[in-house]
């Protein structure tokens, strides 16, 4: 890659939230951003705020659990911003309920989103990795990988992807390719505030009452998540791979 080449991120889920401010934030690192999410007008806005900041950026459409979409949406974005470097597994769905209430389609759900989707993603992007010899590969766990009541399948596709990023870098660490995680703790996002409101509590309230218990006292924002990923797919971390970091205030018992 010559000195004067951007290189191309991929980021899935970034209509909103931690998604799109690490669009906006790896734009901001000079990358040229697909912003990736099921409706590509609900991209938009994080386009536009990349572009008025004079960055590149690409909204696309694409079910990340579909095959064929994911072929098609890295192939475009290979063709219109150049082959994608960068991935950032982050597209994510909440099916939240106690085991003996979750459906087998909740469950579907969250695995094919998270898990199906990371695996769809990497394997169409990783041959461009290769080809360039360079990559970075940023998976988009939790820390309900640590077991969290109500979430049975959310906790396991995020364990999931622990081991799955831990295996691309062991597959792909020859060919110049790094994989790590990263693991938020509590995030002010839409995703949390459904929570608070299948608790029946304000998300103001909710906040308040969780931060007491994080030791930085308050709880994270998406910019806290998008400034980890902007580490591990920075050019400088080509040393650091199979990593899991929490982004959670403070250890987690």
């Known amino acids: 890659m010559s000195m004067t080449e951007q290189r191309v991120a991929i980021i899935t889920g970034a209509a909103r939230g931690i998604g799109a401010a690490t669009a906006i934030r790896l734009a901001e690192e000079g990358r040229a951003v697909a912003a990736v999410d099921l409706d590509a007008a609900a991209c938009e806005d994080t386009v536009e705020k990349i572009t008025a900041a004079g960055g590149k950026a690409l909204a696309v459409g694409c079910d990340v659990a579909d095959e064929a979409q994911v072929e098609a949406a890295v192939t475009r974005i290979a063709e219109e911003l150049g082959a994608p470097t960068i991935l950032v597994n982050n597209a994510g769905v909440l099916r939240d309920n106690l085991l003996f209430k979750m459906s087998a389609t909740d469950w579907d759900t ?144």
Do not use: W
């Open 110 to 253: 969250v695995m094919n989103v998270h898990l199906r989707g990371a695996f769809l993603m990497a394997r169409t992007a990783q041959s461009h990795m290769v080809g360039a010899g360079f990559g970075r590969i940023v998976n988009l766990s939790s820390s309900s990988a640590l077991g969290h009541r109500g979430q049975a399948n959310y906790s396991t596709a995020k364990a999931g992807l622990q081991g799955f990023t831990k295996t691309l870098a062991k597959e792909l660490g020859q060919f110049g390719v790094t994989a790590n995680a990263v693991a938020p703790g509590l995030i002010a996002t839409d995703m949390t505030a459904a929570v608070a409101r299948r608790l029946g509590k304000s998300f103001g309230d909710y906040q308040t009452e969780a931060a007491r218990h994080i030791p930085v006292q308050r709880i994270g924002s998406p910019d806290d998540i998008a400034n980890a990923v902007a580490f591990f797919t920075a050019d400088a971390a080509g040393f650091v791979s199979g990593q899991v970091l929490y982004v959670a205030g403070g250890p987690l018992d």
